[in-house]
């Protein structure tokens, strides 16, 4: 199975709001609401930030917001701040009861 | 506090094989299913594989189904990878990772992770 498809990077100036998409097939994302989202900073390890498509783990800062539409998950950042430059990953539960990532976004603030 | 630990990690040649543990401590480790999840180097995550609380149920990453077997021992709270036949292309950092679910059952998101273990597959 291929991985999701994200864009490789997405970049916006302190202040805005950059959306990251996830497009799967009917298969995966568009079949399921078990798509979840994934902060990964240089070195550390990945953190959970949404997950069922838009619900947000406690101590997860409100500007994070996620969507779905058809086959395709996005992930807002609002507001963005020098400390959400990280790569974002997404990730789907499948027909097959696997799970799959996406190939991961590097958001770089400007 | 809720803690992964992976260790087992280490170099193998082309066709060898590997077993990973994960020590599972600060959570009833029974009532959670559980992943394995690598990151080769610069790359991005590729989910491996899956197995329910109970041990009962397991699912594999098409790239190493076949070759790779997930199981857990829930007396030890131990997680495990047994790798065989091993390719230059499962080099990575193995993470162990929990399923967020408990009693209501596999939720599909990935909540706690250890800080994994590295396997280099090189002649």
């Known amino acids: 199975q291929s991985a999701l498809t994200q864009p490789a990077s997405v970049s916006g100036s302190p202040g805005q709001s950059i959306t990251i998409s996830c497009t799967g097939t009917?298969?995966?994302?568009?079949?399921?609401?078990?798509v979840s989202w994934y902060q990964q900073d240089p070195g550390k390890v990945p953190k959970l930030i949404i997950y069922?498509?838009?619900n947000r783990p406690s101590g997860v800062s409100n500007r994070f917001s996620g969507s779905k539409s058809g086959n395709t998950a996005s992930l807002t950042i609002s507001g963005l701040q020098a400390e959400d430059e990280a790569d974002y990953y997404c990730?789907?539960?499948?027909?097959?009861?696997?799970?799959?990532f996406g190939g991961g976004t590097k958001v770089t603030v400007l | 506090q809720v803690q992964l630990v992976e260790s087992g990690g280490g170099v193998v040649q082309p066709g060898g094989s590997l077993r990973l543990s994960c020590a599972a401590s600060?959570?009833?480790?029974?009532?959670?299913?559980m992943y394995w999840v690598r990151q080769a180097p610069g790359k991005g995550l590729e989910w491996v594989a899956i197995?329910?609380?109970?041990?009962?149920?397991?699912y594999y990453a098409q790239s190493v189904q076949g070759r790779f077997i997930i199981s857990r021992d829930n007396s030890r709270n131990t997680l495990y990878l047994e790798m065989n036949s091993l390719r230059v292309e499962d080099a990575a950092l193995y993470y162990c990772?929990?399923?967020?679910?408990?009693?209501?059952?596999?939720?599909?998101?990935?909540?706690?992770w250890g800080e994994g273990t590295t396997v280099t597959v090189s002649s």
């Open positions: 990772v929990r399923d967020a679910g408990t009693t209501t059952g596999t939720k599909y998101y990935m909540d706690v």
């Open positions: 600060g959570f009833t480790f029974s009532t959670h299913g």
């Open positions: 197995i329910t609380k109970e041990g009962g149920i397991d």
């Open positions: 009917s298969s995966d994302v568009g079949g399921y609401d078990w």
């Open positions: 069922d498509v838009i």
């Open positions: 990730s789907s539960y499948t027909r097959r009861s696997t799970l799959l």
